[in-house]
């Protein structure tokens, strides 16, 4: 297949114009959120300037073309995901709101005192706090999955930890803290043969690959707009229909019901309106149907290749320096690049590399327990996009040398 065509990509981009502090911006941070391409940003416009309207309430023009275009996103989603049926695609704010949802319906009404809930060393505070928050109330148990010193989860370990009163397994698919990929569709054969359901968070693999729900056997599967060139405010959370008819609702208001009385007990609407309670981010939704047209018009393949070939560069030129050490060096990583100085505080790094226009992140990821693990509280993460270019890795890496020796 041809490479992507990198030029032609960062056309799309307007910000990656701009100049930071007199010099162009090398955008490094795009694990955090990735930058929006111009038929996203125009879909904004479009909806406002034309067709601005509430949805699923009808009997208008403007109504019916904001209703036409925000299940059209549904299906586009659905075909994203690989999902056999588009009432399987429930909108939410993101990654955090859809598991906050599986914690909240599928979670109080299957889980009790006894049962366990198995988390990995790897999880954003996404994926660990709705669990504990839960935990405390009903009283069943959450475990941990181990990770390696390569920030690979310990299989074995994961296998001795599942036992017949595994209800749920909840990892994610790419480690936004150092990259790894987990091999989330074997994890999910070996939860289901003991009966558990698995809940993939694929915040930060959707970016980078093609995934399939059904390849995988996800139960549930979350990611979030503002990661894959769509807007924030939006996310997705991908059920198996069988699990999502039987959940409860978890927000109630409108949109979500059949009939409401005070006389007899309110009847609630089908999946997905069941779980999309009140005026959604209209707008939103359907940016983020434009975003992923806008990748699989470039193609998720080869985006996931170039971002391995800027990976690989990168990986190689940072090795080079003197007392860096690089976090995550599982053989199976996508685009993040996570590390620490010697002699040289990760925020004092970033703060002076952005002097020098480059974004990259610093901080604790939102990963606290898996960077005490490693011993640090703090690294640095340049994580890369369909847009990064071969240059940008050697201006970043120029300019982490020069902040590093400032420091030193
Ligand atoms: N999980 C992972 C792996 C993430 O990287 C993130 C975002 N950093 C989240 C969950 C949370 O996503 P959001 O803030 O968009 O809800």
């Not at 959604?280 to 998720?300: F, N, R, S, T």
């Amino acid at each position: 297949q041809p490479a992507l065509d990198v030029a032609a990509v960062r056309q799309d981009f307007p910000i990656l114009s701009r100049q930071v502090h007199g010099k162009p911006l090398v955008y490094l941070d795009n694990a955090a959120t990735s930058q929006t391409p111009r038929q996203v940003i125009d879909a904004f416009d479009d909806y406002y300037s034309r067709y601005n309207a509430n949805i699923h309430r009808g009997l208008h023009t403007l109504s019916d073309e904001a209703t036409a275009a925000f299940e059209g996103t549904r299906e586009t989603v659905r075909a994203f995901l690989g999902a056999a049926d588009a009432r399987q695609i429930i909108f939410t704010r993101g990654t955090t709101e859809a598991i906050n949802l599986v914690a909240n319906s599928w979670g109080r009404a299957n889980l009790k005192a006894g049962d366990e809930v198995l988390i990995s060393m790897l999880e954003h505070h996404s994926n660990i706090v709705p669990w504990q928050l839960l935990a405390a109330e009903i009283g069943f148990t959450l475990k941990v999955i181990p990770v390696d010193e390569r920030g690979a989860l310990d299989q074995q370990a994961y296998r001795a930890l599942l036992s017949e009163r595994t209800r749920l397994v909840a990892v994610n698919h790419v480690s936004n803290a150092l990259g790894t990929v987990n091999p989330v569709a074997e994890m999910a054969r070996l939860a289901h043969e003991q009966g558990a359901l698995i809940l993939v968070d694929g915040a930060q693999a959707t970016p980078h690959q093609r995934v399939n729900v059904d390849a995988i056997d996800a139960d549930f599967y979350a990611f979030s707009g503002h990661k894959i060139y769509g807007p924030t405010g939006v996310g997705v959370l991908y059920g198996r229909r069988e699990l999502l008819e039987a959940m409860p609702p978890w927000q109630g208001g409108g949109e979500m019901i059949k009939t409401v009385s005070f006389d007899s007990p309110t009847t609630f609407a089908a999946i997905p309106h069941k779980f999309e309670a009140g005026t959604p981010a209209i707008a939103e939704v359907i940016a983020l149907g434009k975003a992923i047209e806008w990748i699989e018009g470039v193609g998720i393949e080869k985006i996931g290749a170039w971002e391995g070939e800027l990976l690989a560069h990168a990986t190689q030129e940072v090795q080079a320096i003197d007392g860096l050490r690089i976090l995550g060096t599982s053989p199976e990583k996508a685009a993040v690049l996570s590390f620490v100085v010697d002699g040289a505080h990760s925020q004092d790094i970033g703060l002076l590399i952005d002097q020098l226009g480059v974004a990259i992140r610093t901080g604790h990821h939102c990963a606290q327990p898996l960077l005490a693990q490693f011993g640090v509280d703090a690294t640095c993460r340049a994580s890369f996009a369909a847009y990064n270019t071969l240059e940008e890795v050697e201006t970043f890496v120029a300019a982490l040398q020069r902040v590093i020796t400032m420091l030193r």
